[in-house]
């Protein structure tokens, strides 16, 4: 069975720090993998998307970036947060690309920066 | 570019009934449609996707899409409390690098005993 972990669950930040946020999906191969972003009560916002690895595309630029070390992790980071940056942040994974499978959620990162 | 809409914006209905979520969209060349249900805290999980004009059953779930009137929608047969949860609507639309996933801003809804 393929599990998803994101770590960490939960970070308080402060605003000009770096931030580093992983996942990592195990029990599937090669799979599409995905970073979202929920600000409280906002709409889910897909951030980033890699369908290998090393290659990571960008959706919207909020001055976040990602990248994809192994087939199975997938990392977001920042080196200057801002107190824009505060939300749910969601990894996700699915098999098929172009006609847009079923996307699977991890259990979410919260981000507070003060 | 996509733009995705829903409504309402929030419903309470009472266990039992009948509950119906509405998902417009921008795009007619948009290939797939999915619902997925959010409950407090946690994690959006999909519940139901099509790809094609019509309706599809799932228990007490049947999503329907008219693809030329740029609405698909999620009924909800003898809702339960259990079924109170933020609900997403999702839609794909092509960018420049490939296909992504645009969600409304989602409905909320509540079923009270």
């Known amino acids: 069975a393929q599990t998803i972990h994101q770590w960490p669950v939960a970070e308080i930040k402060a605003v000009g720090s770096p931030l580093s946020l992983g996942c990592t999906i195990k029990?599937?191969?090669?799979?599409?993998l995905y970073w979202y972003w929920q600000a409280t009560g906002g709409t889910l916002q897909q951030l980033f998307y890699?369908?290998?690895?090393?290659?990571v595309e960008s959706v919207v630029q909020l001055n976040l970036s990602a990248s994809r070390p192994k087939d199975d992790q997938f990392i977001l980071s920042t080196e200057k947060l801002l107190l824009s940056h505060s939300g749910f942040y969601l990894c996700?994974?699915?098999?098929?690309?172009?006609?847009?499978?079923?996307?699977?959620f991890g259990p979410g990162t919260r981000l507070l920066v003060l | 570019q996509q733009k995705v809409q829903q409504s309402p914006e929030s419903l309470i209905v009472p266990e039992g009934a009948m509950t119906s979520l509405n998902c417009t969209f921008s795009?007619?060349?948009?290939?797939?449609f999915a619902w997925y249900r959010q409950h407090s805290g946690k994690a959006p999980k999909a519940l139901m996707s099509i790809f094609s004009n019509g309706e599809k059953e799932e228990g007490r779930f049947t999503i329907h899409l008219n693809k030329a009137s740029l609405h698909f929608s999620l009924h909800i047969r003898d809702s339960q409390p259990s079924d109170s949860a933020l609900y997403l609507c999702?839609?794909?639309?092509?960018?420049?690098?490939?296909?992504?996933?645009?969600f409304g801003q989602g409905t909320i809804l509540k079923v009270y005993l």
């Open positions: 029990g599937k191969s090669s799979p599409n």
């Open positions: 996700a994974w699915s098999l098929a690309w172009e006609y847009q499978d079923t996307q699977y």
């Open positions: 890699s369908i290998t690895v090393g290659q």
């Open positions: 999702a839609v794909s639309a092509a960018t420049s690098s490939g296909q992504k996933l645009v």
């Open positions: 795009d007619s060349a948009s290939q797939y």
